[in-house]
T-cell receptor, first 116, second 113 residues
Framework: DGGITQSPKYLFRKEGQNVTLSCEQN?????MYWYRQDPGQGLRLIYY???????QKGDIAEGYSVSREKKESFPLTVTSAQKNPTAFYLC???????????????FGPGTRLTVL | AQSVTQLGSHVSVSEGALVLLRCNYS??????LFWYVQYPNQGLQLLLK??????LVKGINGFEAEFKKSETSFHLTKPSAHMSDAAEYFC???????????FGQGTRLTINP
């Protein structure tokens, strides 16, 4: 089955700790994205990557970091610098080759992060 | 910068009634337009999208949306609501040539029996 997997589904973090959220896709998509979802605010873009070894900041990149060493993987690290990390995090991917958002973005099931 | 407004954070309809979820965008140049649905604690699923061509777009689960340039709108409709339609719905837009989607705040749809 092709798709996007995110792990873990639930994650608990103590203040001051860094945590890494996993995102893997087997759709052979070039582009991958990380969003943060908070109640009543829709989805906000954290980082995106159009190609391996390259990524760009989104609208709310502060306190987050990413890497794109493999086409199928785009992990997100939530650092201790992120002041309010409790949220639902969604990873997405798209073909990306057309260079525009006409490509449908396919979403993973999400990771719910809670800071204790 | 492109922005999206979904009128009504919560819409409630009776089973069998018309569903109308509103979406307006800010760009003067017609963007690409999308509607996604999210069930509790899940990711988003594409319902439909408009990029070019016919302005009435049909999607999955009986939903459709009409792009109206003069009104900068892309409202989502379904003639007859079903209990399984209860979910959160997001409108999203992207400027032509842009890499990013901009999402609205979402509308939670409740279906009353």
């Amino acid at each position: 089955d092709g798709g996007i997997t995110q792990s873990p589904k639930y994650l608990f973090r103590k203040e001051g700790q860094n945590v890494t959220l996993s995102c893997e896709q087997n759709l052979n998509h070039d582009a991958m994205y990380w969003y943060r979802q908070d109640p009543g605010q829709g989805l906000r873009l954290i980082y995106y990557s159009q190609i391996v070894n390259d990524f760009q900041k989104g609208d709310i990149a502060e306190g987050y970091s990413v890497s794109r060493e493999k086409k199928e993987s785009f992990p997100l690290t939530v650092t201790s610098a992120q002041k309010n990390p409790t949220a639902f995090y969604l990873c997405a991917s798209s073909h990306g080759t057309s260079g525009g958002a006409t490509d449908t973005q396919y979403f993973g099931p999400g990771t719910r992060l809670t800071v204790l | 910068a492109q922005s999206v407004t979904q009128l009504g954070s919560h819409v409630s309809v009776s089973e069998g009634a018309l569903v109308l979820l509103r979406c307006n965008y800010s760009s003067s140049v017609p963007p690409y337009l999308f509607w996604y649905v999210q069930y509790p604690n899940q990711g988003l699923q594409l319902l439909l999208k408009y990029t070019t061509g016919a302005t009435l777009v049909k999607g999955i689960n009986g939903f459709e949306a009409e792009f109206k340039k003069s009104e900068t709108s892309f409202h989502l409709t379904k003639p007859s609501a079903h209990m399984s339609d209860a979910a959160e719905y997001f409108c999203a837009v992207s400027d032509r040539g842009a890499q990013k989607l901009v999402f609205g705040q979402g509308t939670r749809l409740t279906i009353n029996p």
